[in-house]
């Protein structure tokens, strides 16, 4: 029931596109199938479905990239991902990828999807360096990527020092950066924490003054925050924006909305 609500509410904003995750090792397999499903045939929204190859194998791959055609999927975003952090029994398929370029380069000699790959502004987490990070998202570009989207920082130096190495590896693909609203303090830590992102000083000060269990006071702290850098990366020519809502719709409806009332989002 929440789930509809917030559907709902995120389609009123009318996006270019909304994406769907797809669990560690296809465990959300069925799942993320269905919502498909259900924003393509009920709200007729333009759906890029995510998809994480670790741990299957190319069976797999083709059956699920093949129900996603009968869906008219035209998009995906294809990502390495993860082990099941609550499998530890789990057990990958002997003919799963192990890097993301490799699963891009498969998916694009059998299918014509429009394939996107994910960057890193601060580098992946489990990168040498940002350097290495770069030359490994242009060998995904070679290898089929027609698009960048980017995790989120709270620090929009670090995605326009992102866009410069990039240009400087001759990546000129389209890169949409990531921006993940502030929700709660926990969330904030558990998720830098799993994806490397820098809490910045400016949040420690004026976050961490906040009571822990004043949700609101949180919640509007992190919709001026995610404001002031939107504005900015607009400012500076980005050609769109991809929230992550973490399936909530309250400050991504506020944050378009003032975005859209400073003329800097379009109304259709």
Known sequence: ESLEKTIKELADLKPDFVSVTFGAGGSTREGSRQLVEKLKKEYALEVVAYFAGYGLGTGDIISILEDYKKLDVETLLVVRGDAPHDNKDFIPHPESFKYASELIEFINSRFDFCIGAAGYPEGHIEAASTEKDIEYLKLKVTKGANYIITNYCYNNRYFFDFIK???????????????MPIYSIKMMENLAKLCGATITEEIKEKLYQLKPDDKDAIENFGIEFAINQCRELIQHGVPGIHF????????SKAIVASLRSEGLFSNV
């Open 165 to 179: 190495k990039c240009g400087d590896k001759g990546i000129d693909t389209l890169i949409i950066p990531g921006v």
């Open 244 to 251: 992550y809502t973490m399936d909530r719709s309250s400050s």
